[in-house]
């Protein structure tokens, strides 16, 4: 990779530099542990690099570099080789250097020249993708029955994490290892690969699903395990993360399940690399600053109040810090000395007078907690009464969430979290992070939350983690970074699985009209995961409720009720197929299901247009159990790059928001109309006049039913969407429409999920989770 870009003669590259002296460093350790060899490389292929580097006292250092540009000197006069599987399948020559002198660690980062020994070139086989780290379970592995997900997770040792990250084609400097089975990948890879074609972008959704879901998760990771470790592509899988306080109560993880799940799903679904916890510091120091800026104004005068904003530095000197420059700006103030404001201009630089009743912005925790949903802060002796009612979110709803998943860059990101808009002032001015002076604050908390995590299957093949918002009140789809830096690493022939929260009416419409919107990726096919016990109950099969036992018709035969179901399914479908996207329905099969019901859901389903209909078994048979459907998404995917991508947007940005809610509830939801609350109606023209009637909009709605009725199952039909209120994500860049009762804290049920989990104190795993 080093030479392949350049022409086969002598080249200057001072950009390299840093990166080989860096690994000159690195590697040193390692020869020392390598053992002396005195054998001949006869027949060997390899590249010799010689350094040449001004400030480097004393004699020349040779470099072996191999395919994935794992770089090694050699050491001091011994001949050295490591393995080939560590260089990326090309062997490691013995090589004779003369001893540097006892500077050799001396090197200053000045401009480098590299020559190629042309002899060598000759022998280079042709750059084939880096060895894959896939390994297929064998079939001693697959028990029946299916253990729990944790022992599962136990049974299969992981692979070194910065091996997973070698195969995919990711250097070591653009690895971040958070021990040994996850690491933080660097936006460098993205860059790197900027002229790479990407590869074939796949989205996995669903019908409408029951209270216990109907395995997204586990398709997306059995589809992912299919591809990479059966049928030879390279695969990556995009998903979520998932929040603790489900894990600890009834909905358990997201790492999917059985034999397609992430590994260790422990280190998974708790704390990860701690990502969620810098969202909830951030959340919450935007809440302290709001609460702490009334405070104040409350109880000082304009004056005072501009003289500790803006004290006088020891020097006599008073100045604005960079981001209070951008509120001057935003008031049309171009003094950039504090000493020359005036007292009007004094007065509307540092009193932002908030209005408690319009703050929007809740302070947050990874926890679920139903007696923080209305809390009332300010009650100490110290707050002088100033006291208001709030309350707290679960940290996966925080507007900080959504911005994660949607930025593209460090810089777009420190914007995004600038706008954010947590009320407004009394004179109906909205207020963002960066009036209150946070906005910088909050980038620096989310610098290093902005790398996405990379975690790898049962079956190796590599897994992206990144960000997790909520499904309702944000858009529920993993980051557009994760999904950019997959696409590079794919290549033209390689395969991005992602998956979107809750059903296709929701998650999928979403997926399109805001997170392809913004990202500009355009996707070429969806796969649709249907189960015969969600259909039933869509055909009028009696409620399912999680934590009790299900009702008998749903593990015996009954084709009537199926067939009736069967329309949620093409509903679905046939909403999927107004983007102009192909279509793959994947019928996740559990051991009660009977072929004749798994033949009538594929039936249907090619009835109402889906490219292929298949039925998978991944959850006790991992990738092997889906390679049909990875088939099928291979063939849907080549046939839709042949044709041109048709792809197109539900509605354009230029529609207002009415306008644009209208036609996501007739054509999604199936709904005759839609209806605005007087609240809503007075939002609506205020956000309007803010400019925010441009921003896709975003439903939240329950993800139990099309309508707004979660008891309303099938395709129901003569309703009208209400709109309650709305609310804008302005940092985000969405509005959201607030269509029912949101609950944006999950409660704990009688018996957590937690009463099962402990610590093994001898061996230090988890045990009893899932």
Request: glycine share 8%; net charge positive; charged share 20%.
């Amino acid at each position: 990779q080093i030479c392949r870009p350049f022409a086969w003669q002598e080249f200057n590259s001072p950009s390299l530099a840093p990166f080989i002296l860096k690994h000159l460093r690195l590697v040193r350790g390692q020869l020392q542990k390598c053992k002396s060899q005195s054998q001949e490389a006869t027949g060997n292929s390899y590249v010799t690099l010689t350094l040449q580097t001004r400030g480097f006292r004393g004699q020349s250092a040779a470099l072996r570099a191999s395919s994935m540009m794992r770089v090694r000197v050699i050491k001091n006069g011994i001949q050295a080789s490591c393995l080939s599987r560590f260089l990326g399948g090309l062997p490691l020559a013995s090589h004779h250097v003369r001893r540097p002198p006892p500077t050799f660690l001396g090197i200053k980062r000045t401009a480098a020249q590299f020559s190629i020994d042309s002899r060598a070139i000759s022998k280079i086989p042709p750059r084939d993708s880096p060895p894959s780290m896939s390994r297929q379970l064998q079939p001693e592995q697959l028990l029946t029955p299916v253990p729990s997900d944790i022992a599962i997770s136990d049974a299969i040792a992981p692979l070194p994490i910065t091996e997973i990250a070698q195969a995919a084609g990711i250097l070591p400097i653009e690895v971040v290892p958070y021990g040994s089975t996850k690491a933080k990948i660097s936006l460098d890879v993205r860059d790197r690969l900027k002229d790479q074609p990407n590869g074939n972008y796949v989205v996995v959704t669903g019908i409408t699903p029951t209270p216990l879901g109907e395995g997204k998760s586990t398709t997306t990771i059995g589809l992912c395990q299919a591809l990479g470790a059966h049928l030879n592509k390279k695969a990556f899988a995009c998903i979520r993360q998932p929040s603790q306080g489900p894990t600890f109560g009834v909905k358990g993880g997201a790492a999917g399940g059985g034999y397609a799940q992430v590994i260790p799903m422990d280190e998974f679904n708790l704390h990860l690399t701690g990502d969620i916890h810098a969202i909830t510091a951030a959340n919450n120091l935007l809440a302290a600053a709001i609460d702490t800026r009334m405070f104040h104004e409350n109880a000082q005068s304009d004056k005072a109040l501009f003289r500790r904003l803006c004290p006088t530095a020891k020097d006599g000197s008073r100045k604005f810090s960079p981001v209070m420059l951008k509120r001057l700006q935003k008031l049309g103030i171009t003094k950039v000395s504090p000493d020359d404001l005036t007292d009007e201009e004094i007065h509307k630089f540092a009193r932002l007078d908030i209005d408690p009743d319009t703050i929007t912005w809740q302070r947050v925790l990874d926890t679920c907690d139903r007696f923080l949903r209305q809390v009332v802060v300010g009650a100490g002796p110290a707050e002088k009464g100033q006291t208001r009612t709030t309350g707290f979110d679960i940290t996966v709803a925080s507007e900080i969430m959504a911005i994660l998943a949607l930025t593209t860059t460090l810089a777009d990101m420190r914007e995004r979290l600038g706008r954010i808009v947590i009320g407004m002032s009394r004179s109906g001015e909205p207020v963002t992070a960066d009036d209150l002076g946070v906005g910088g604050a909050l980038a620096v908390l989310m610098k290093d939350a902005i790398l996405p995590t990379l975690m790898q299957t049962v079956e190796g093949t590599p897994v992206f983690v990144h960000a997790g918002p909520f499904a309702n009140i944000a858009h529920g789809n993993s980051s557009i970074i994760a999904d950019q830096i997959a696409l590079k690493l794919a290549g033209e022939d390689g395969f991005v699985v992602t998956e979107c929260g809750f059903g296709a009416d929701i998650g999928m419409e979403k997926f399109f009209n805001i997170k392809c919107r913004t990202s500009g990726l355009t996707p070429q096919c969806v796969v649709l995961v249907s189960t015969i016990r969600a259909l039933k109950m869509h055909g009028g099969g009696p409620n399912v409720v999680a934590g009790q036992p299900l009702h008998p018709v749903y593990v015996d035969e009954n084709l009537d009720m199926l067939e009736n179901g069967c329309a949620n399914m093409q509903h679905h479908i046939r909403n999927a197929l107004k983007f102009g996207v192909a279509v793959v329905v994947a019928v996740n099969v559990f051991a009660t299901d009977s072929p004749r019901e798994v033949e009538l859901v594929k039936q249907k389903a090619l009835e109402a247009g889906a490219t292929a209909a298949v039925e998978s078994t991944h959850w006790s048979e991992g990738g092997k159990g889906a390679k049909n459907l990875g088939r099928a998404v291979v063939s849907s995917c080549e046939k839709m790059r042949a044709q041109g991508s048709p792809f197109k947007f539900l509605y354009p940005l230029e529609f207002s928001i009415p306008e644009k809610f209208e036609v996501i509830c007739k054509e999604i939801y199936g709904a005759d109309g839609v209806e605005f609350s007087e609240e809503a109606k007075k939002k609506l023209a205020v956000y309007s006049q803010r400019g925010y009637g441009k921003l896709p909009v975003c439903c939240a709605k329950t993800h139990l039913s099309l309508s707004t009725d979660p008891k309303a199952k099938g395709v129901p039909t003569g309703f009208s969407v209400t709109v309650r209120d709305i609310r804008a994500s302005v940092g985000a860049g969405f509005v959201y429409l607030l269509c029912g009762d949101m609950m944006t804290v999950p409660a704990l049920p009688t018996r957590p999920g937690f009463y099962d989990v402990d610590l093994d104190t001898e061996t230090g795993k988890v045990i009893g989770l899932f």
